[in-house]
């Protein structure tokens, strides 16, 4: 069985223009692992941000080790999806936890979703505001508007069994994550709905743990109105095709 001393987890930290954000996000990482004592890698996928973001990440590695702090730059900006595909290609774990890098996602919520993973023994945990006490805090009246319409018409459309299926912030079983990666087709933000959808088709099992979102302090959002229309696009495939 696996345990402590055997599991490893893989932290992907995609990236684009995080300067302000990446090194009090690593911070945050490495104090929770270190005071759970799980073996941990912290994966930073930069796709060229033009704001130095790679050369914090450089700094951080020789801060933390180069066990601890995984390089995986791409040149351009490839879109969130790929930057996962990408990111899990290099990942050594035997599980694999996305999340956002610039600390929307509070890494004090990662023992929760491995205690769920480990009391369910189940393929993934998803982190969700929509349920009991989770919550997003700090988005103004559109952005909430946005999100909420955008998950119900997946729920509606879609009924994957997941209460929050356009967050990202999960933990999953590496062989389960790869298996539903290969069978997706999504590219953008829509990847983390295809996800969900993908691996209720396969039955894989899931647990579910209440956060809390809070805009970013430092930075900008890079959900634009491109991705809002690849969204629904997203969305009215995966409810023709599945
Ligand atoms: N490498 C790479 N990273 C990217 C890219 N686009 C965004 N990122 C990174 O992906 C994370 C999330 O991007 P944001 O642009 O900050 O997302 P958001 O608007 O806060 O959206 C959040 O909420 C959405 C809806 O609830 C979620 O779908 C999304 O995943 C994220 O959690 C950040 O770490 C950001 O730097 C890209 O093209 N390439």
Redesign the pocket.
Same mark, same amino acid.
């Given at each position: 069985m696996a345990s402590r001393k055997t599991d490893k987890y893989s932290v992907l930290l995609?990236?684009?223009?995080?300067r302000e954000n990446l090194p009090l996000i690593v911070w945050l990482l490495v104090k929770s692992f270190t005071q759970s004592g799980y073996n941990y890698e912290i994966i930073v996928?930069?796709?060229g941000s033009p704001d130095g973001t790679l050369e914090i990440a450089k700094e951080l590695q020789k801060l933390y080790g180069n066990d601890k702090i995984v390089l995986r730059p791409r040149a351009t900006?490839? !879109?969130?999806g790929t930057?996962y595909v990408h990111g899990i290609k290099h990942a050594t774990g035997n599980f694999v936890i996305i999340m956002?890098?610039?600390l929307?996602h509070h890494p004090k919520f990662i023992p929760q979703f491995i205690k769920k993973q480990k009391e369910l023994k189940c393929d993934i945990v998803s982190g969700t505001r929509y349920i009991g006490t989770g919550g997003v805090y700090g988005w103004d009246f559109k952005r909430k508007l946005i999100?909420r319409s955008a998950n119900f018409l997946a729920q509606f459309l879609l009924r994957p069994g997941a209460s929050d299926l356009? !967050?990202?912030f999960r933990l999953y079983k590496k062989d389960v994550l790869q298996k539903i990666i290969d069978s997706c087709v999504s590219k953008g933000?829509v990847f983390?709905m295809e996800i969900l959808v993908r691996a209720n088709q396969f039955g894989f099992t899931l647990g579910e743990v209440p956060i809390t979102f809070v805009d970013?302090v430092y930075g900008e959002?890079?959900?634009g109105g491109s991705e809002i229309v690849q969204y629904a696009k997203g969305l009215l495939y995966l409810f023709a095709t599945t």
């Open positions: 995609p990236t684009y223009n995080e996928i930069d796709d900006k490839l !879109g969130l930057a956002d890098a610039d929307s999100s356009t !967050g990202s933000y983390q970013r959002s890079k959900l």
